[in-house]
């Protein structure tokens, strides 16, 4: 099973690129997570922002891998229990799928993405950074790994 963040959003802070390399190498190479970054779409004066999302929605479901679970990060989206994701990980594992989480850029997802996905996950009530998203679920998905496998790290 590969895992992989879709984001919108390139050259993130030093200290957001740094959180999520520090959980992404921590999964090892069964569940390896893999990040690819999208450019923001065009964003001027006047340009509408329905408009950015559809083109960066389009880039993300474009890049979704055939046969993949797709999972939309969206604050309107369902909560997730460590231990509902670490059960969640465990069944895609078991189907062998690979996993792709679509985190959208400044104005949001695309309606478009959050219909196709299979999941949309709300990491929290609040409206995160879209980068932050990064490091969130990286460490949300080594913290379910750590569940499944009964690593330590995580204290019930």
């Known amino acids: 099973m590969k895992l992989h963040l879709l984001a919108v959003g390139t050259r993130p802070p030093a200290w957001v690129q740094a959180g999520y390399d520090e959980y992404a190498r921590r999964l090892p190479r069964e569940c390896a997570l893999t990040l690819r970054e999208f450019p923001l779409a065009r964003r001027g004066k006047g340009e509408d922002a329905a408009r950015s999302r559809t083109t960066e929605g389009e880039r993300l479901l474009g890049a979704v891998p055939a046969g993949a679970v797709t999972v939309a990060l969206d604050e309107r989206g369902r909560g997730l229990t460590t231990r509902e994701l670490a059960d969640r990980l465990g069944a895609w594992r ?8 679509l985190v959208g850029g400044p104005d949001g997802l695309d309606p478009s993405v959050r219909e196709r996905a299979d999941l949309v996950w709300s990491l929290s009530p609040l409206t995160l950074p879209h980068a932050l998203v990064r490091v969130v679920v990286a460490e949300a998905l080594y913290r379910a790994w750590t569940v499944n496998t009964g690593h330590p790290y995580h204290r019930d």
Do not use: E, I, T
């Not at 078991?94 to 989480?101: L, M, Y």
């Open 94 to 101: 078991d189907d062998a799928r690979d996993v792709a989480f």
